[in-house]
């Protein structure tokens, strides 16, 4: 059984950072990626990074390239978003999510419905 559990959000001025978590457990595919993907009410879901559990491609959606980092810790089963430089519109709910096939194509990475497994999610929030 696939288990997602997300830590790490919070409230955080506009300029400041935050590190997000995701233990991942359960998952019996040798190859597949891990994302992480955010959703604002009123909104759809949008994929914000993702990464290969293999290797360390990565890939990272226009809006967060430069200010946002992903990376794991296989020994911790952990993968990390480190967020910098956070502007009010980053105000989202963030899940960790997992995509069994492995690391696809640019195009189709970051697309929430190639993700089958999800967390329950963390509130960032960015405000002053």
């Known amino acids: 059984q696939v288990r997602l559990v997300e830590s790490g959000g919070g409230l955080v001025q506009p300029g400041g950072s935050l590190r997000l978590s995701c233990i991942v457990s359960?998952?019996?595919?040798?190859?597949?990626?891990i994302g992480w993907l955010r959703e604002a009410p009123g909104k759809g879901r949008e994929g914000v990074a993702c990464?290969?559990?293999?290797?360390?491609?990565?890939y990272y959606a226009d809006s967060v390239k430069g200010r946002f980092t992903i990376s794991k810790d296989n020994a911790k089963n952990t993968v990390y978003l480190q967020m910098n430089n956070l502007k009010p519109e980053d105000t989202d709910i963030y899940y960790c999510?997992?995509?069994?096939?492995?690391?696809?194509?640019?195009?189709?990475?970051?697309?929430?419905?190639?993700?089958?497994?999800w967390g329950q999610g963390t509130q960032v929030t960015v405000s002053s």
């Open positions: 999510a997992v995509d069994t096939a492995g690391l696809r194509t640019p195009d189709w990475a970051l697309q929430p419905i190639a993700y089958g497994y």
């Open positions: 359960g998952v019996t595919s040798d190859h597949y990626a």
């Open positions: 990464i290969s559990s293999t290797d360390d491609r990565a």
